[in-house]
């Protein structure tokens, strides 16, 4: 069975702030693919990435960036710089199916 | 169409009645999925379907639920005698077939049972 743990369930911060949103997970597959999605509070799932199990190559794109370490079973999730506009739910997923985590409520205060 | 489609966007039903729920894929993507939301949770797989494969339903709560798909085109789900558990966004997905190339969600069709 898959599983995604999110261990965070809020986090609170202050705009400019760095923050990093965790994401462990469980596989018995030897390939798979892991995503990260934003929900807004309009609702809609915002895809922000997809790594698939045998690139561990970390991933800069602007102010995101995303830590995969396939030894510890993580996906990590930074923003840098976070901005108002970041507050959302942040769910970590797993596999073809998609397996979702619990999400992760993040909130930047201006 | 540009994006999936979810109708209705939103439902209200008295507990007991049936619902159908509709997704339009975007066209050409073979695979989709259905997955439910409840309020403040994660998101909960229920049912996938891959070209003319059989669908894989293992994430069907009860045999309440079933959901149906022609081809590679429009997919139904569909609540039979609703309860106020049943309420919840259900949200479908579609992909042109592997992980590999991602997934497109729908905007959710938001069921309050009553």
């Known amino acids: 069975a898959q599983k995604v743990t999110q261990a965070q369930t809020e986090i609170s911060v202050v705009e400019k702030e760095d923050v990093t949103l965790d994401c462990v997970y469980e596989?018995?597959?030897?390939?798979?693919?892991l995503f990260w999605y934003k929900q807004p509070p309009s609702g809609e799932l915002v895809f922000l990435i997809r790594r698939n199990s045998f690139d561990e190559q970390n991933e800069i794109s602007g102010r995101y960036s995303w830590n995969f370490q396939k030894s510890t079973s993580s996906f990590n999730f930074t923003i840098t710089a976070s901005q108002v506009v970041d507050s959302a739910v942040y769910f970590c997923a797993l596999g073809s199916r998609l397996t979702f985590g619990e999400g992760t409520q993040l909130t930047v205060n201006p | 169409g540009a994006g999936v489609s979810q109708s209705p966007s939103n439902k209200v039903t008295e507990k007991g009645k049936d619902v159908e729920l509709r997704c339009d894929p975007i066209?050409?993507?073979?695979?989709l999925y259905w997955y439910r939301q409840r309020l403040g949770q994660g998101l909960e797989f229920l049912i996938y379907?891959?070209?003319?494969?059989?669908?894989?339903k293992s994430g069907l709560p009860s045999d309440r639920f079933s959901a149906e798909r022609t081809g590679e085109s429009v997919s139904t789900l569909t609540i039979q005698r609703t309860q106020q558990e049943d309420s919840a966004v259900y949200l479908c997905a579609s992909s042109q077939g592997q992980a590999f190339y991602g997934y497109t969600f729908g905007s959710g069709t938001r069921l309050t049972v009553v």
């Open positions: 379907f891959q070209g003319n494969s059989a669908p894989d």
């Open positions: 066209s050409g993507h073979t695979a």
């Open positions: 596989t018995r597959d030897t390939t798979y693919y």
